[in-house]
């Protein structure tokens, strides 16, 4: 089993910046990614980025080159760097860790507005 905890969630203005922080814990080891995916209210759920074990990114579409993902692999975390944040960011962020199975934190609420 593994347990995540995201922080960092809150009101960030358009075109500005927000960190968001997970904390992964239990049989965090072996092959596995971490990352982010995003729902915003009436939508499914949209991936954000991801991170392998092995340092590989990958963003989606929409995030690429505003948004950066990092990893520490001594303290089990991951971050998420937004920048450059857009209205239509607005969404409950989780936190994901998949190895042979999915895992999801509570979610934390991101709101970009003015």
């Known amino acids: 089993q593994v347990q995540l905890v995201e922080s960092g969630g809150g009101l960030v203005q358009p075109g500005g910046s927000l960190q968001l922080s997970c904390v992964a814990s239990?049989?965090?080891?072996?092959?596995?990614?971490m990352g982010w995916y995003r729902q915003a209210s009436g939508k499914e759920r949209e991936f954000v980025d991801h991170?392998?074990?092995?340092?590989?990114?990958t963003y989606g579409d929409s995030v690429r080159g505003r948004f950066t993902i990092s990893r520490d692999y001594v303290k089990n975390t991951v971050t998420l760097q937004m920048n450059s944040a857009k209205g239509e960011e607005t969404a409950v962020y989780y936190c994901?860790?998949?190895?042979?199975?999915?895992?999801w934190g509570q979610g934390t609420q991101v709101t970009v507005s003015s």
């Open positions: 991170v392998t074990n092995n340092g590989r990114t």
């Open positions: 994901n860790f998949r190895d042979d199975q999915n895992y």
């Open positions: 239990g049989s965090v080891f072996g092959g596995n990614t």
